[in-house]
């Protein structure tokens, strides 16, 4: 073998040895590594007082704004606030923070002979005592917190050695009671109808309150009965609404969750967080829809005091807790505008309530009459024939026809807006007024008007009942076209 290959060999061999002396040097580095972070961990976790949380009483916590002790119950109530035993409390959170506190740890040990004064421990900002159903106990003091690392410096009573804590030892104690409050839930509406809604400001708001109806089968005294939900206007009285689209508001403002409660819900603390002069309140009335559903009201209080931008505070009213909420929740309810639901539907009635109808314009003036003639069939069904006259001629089956498809086009025609407060116009004279004259026993008369309103719209004004805004272009069309429809 030649010497320079030989040497090849050689220098390749010394390569592996050498890559596998640091590979293995490697390994034992990341396992020293391991070990070191293993120990770490083991003196993170100095057990300082343990017991069987099976055997857990009682806990009594002390603090400079607030003292309670939360107590063992029964089967029905595992755990009661002494003195506070109308409160319901979150029997998991009770637990769970019973599980961490029988097994009490601290994440370091002070030096012997620390003073404990130097951690706040002279005057505890916190103690907390617990005991046993066999009669022992124990009881910790929290002092001050270690700025970087947000926990706290604690001494068992019994042991001279400060420790340092983990901050969940003291915060779940920090908020009182209210720290394990069992969260009130609105009513679960699956399987109910909400038959009133209502949004109500405060004396002295900008705002007005908004207040829906809800019926099935329409009410006497609107002349559209298509729809379930109404808009009780203060001005015009009950509209007609899209009950589709505010079917999805009425979901969606009554399923909000109530999350995080602030405090109890006192005559003090109501006063202190302004729920006593609730900026808004927020009620609707439910009715079951079948054996095993409910019916009741519910009513949600909300403040205007918090200082937070993106929060309220809020409660039920009568409920126990006080409750903050995200504006996000809230601000849709606040700001619903009932112009946007009110129905823009030009002319959503039946057609069977028609018995005539009068059309004033440019192009002259109609009276188109409704002749209808029942016959009973041979299966027990009935069959309606319509005859039409326009100014006194009967139009033939053709003419009749186009007509009602004309005044269909009309009748369904949907408004571009609908608004309450449109500045002035000019309603003088109207470019054309529609009069129907119906057989129903209220609304027997509906008139409607289009007045110009810019270069794009017509207002068109139903008794003063409400406003819509109707493109130009259609109402223009349509009227002229009346000549051609009609004899």
Excluded at 291 to 314: A, F, H, Q, R
Aim: glycine share 6%.
């Amino acid at each position: 073998m030649k010497k320079s290959v030989k040497l090849l060999i050689l220098v390749l061999v010394l390569a592996l040895l050498a890559g596998g002396y640091f590979l293995l040097k490697g390994l034992d580095l990341e396992q020293k590594q391991a070990d070191a972070q293993a120990a770490e961990e083991a003196a993170k976790n100095i057990e300082i007082a343990s017991f069987d949380a099976m055997n857990f009483d009682f806990i009594e916590v002390e603090a400079a704004d607030d003292s309670f002790v939360i107590r063992t119950g029964t089967e029905g109530v595992p755990f009661y606030a002494e003195g506070m035993e109308n409160l319901t409390l979150d029997p998991v959170k009770v637990a769970e923070t019973i599980v961490k506190l029988a097994r009490l740890t601290a994440t370091h040990a002070m030096e012997e002979g620390t003073d404990p004064a130097q951690y706040g421990l002279d005057k505890p900002v916190m103690t907390v005592n617990y005991a046993l159903k066999d009669g022992s106990g124990a009881t910790y003091y929290v002092g001050a917190a270690n700025p970087v690392t947000h926990e706290y410096y604690c001494m068992v009573e019994g042991d001279d050695t400060v420790y340092l804590m983990e901050g969940a030892y003291h915060d779940n104690f920090a908020n009182g009671v209210v720290a394990f409050a069992q969260v009130e839930v609105l009513p679960d509406l699956a399987g109910t109808y909400v038959t009133d809604y209502l949004v109500d400001f405060r004396e002295g708001e900008e705002k007005e309150d908004v207040h829906f109806v809800y019926s099935a089968e329409g009410f006497d005294d609107v002349y559209n009965y298509a729809e379930v939900w109404f808009y009780d206007s203060p001005e015009y009285g009950l509209l007609s609404t899209e009950s589709v689209g505010f079917s999805d508001f009425i979901n969606a403002s009554t399923t909000m969750e109530l999350e995080y409660p602030i405090a109890i819900a006192n005559d003090e603390t109501i006063a202190a967080f302004g729920l006593d002069d609730p900026m808004v309140e927020v009620s609707y009335q439910y009715e079951a829809a079948y054996e095993g559903t409910t019916s009741g009201t519910t009513k949600i209080l909300v403040s205007d005091t918090n200082p937070s931008e993106d929060k309220y505070y809020v409660m039920l009213e009568g409920g126990q807790y006080i409750y903050d909420m995200g504006t996000s929740l809230l601000t849709n309810i606040f700001n619903v505008d009932p112009a946007t639901h009110v129905t823009p539907v030009a002319i959503a009635i039946d057609l069977a309530t028609i018995d005539s109808i009068e059309i004033d314009s440019a192009a002259g003036h109609y009276t188109i009459e409704y002749d209808r003639e029942v016959t009973d069939n041979e299966d027990g069904t009935q069959t309606t024939t319509y005859y039409f006259t326009s100014n006194g001629v009967e139009l033939n089956e053709d003419q009749a026809y186009n007509w009602r498809v004309f005044f269909n086009e009309l009748r369904t025609e949907y408004a571009d807006t609908v608004s309450f407060d449109l500045n002035d116009f000019d309603d003088s004279e109207p470019a054309a007024t529609i009069t129907i004259h119906r057989n129903t026993d209220t609304f027997k008369t509906i008139t409607f008007s289009f007045y110009a309103y810019d270069s794009s719209f017509y207002v068109c004004d139903f008794e003063g009942v409400r406003i819509l805004l109707f493109n130009k272009n259609f109402v223009n069309s349509w009227v002229e076209r009346l000549p051609e429809v009609l004899p």
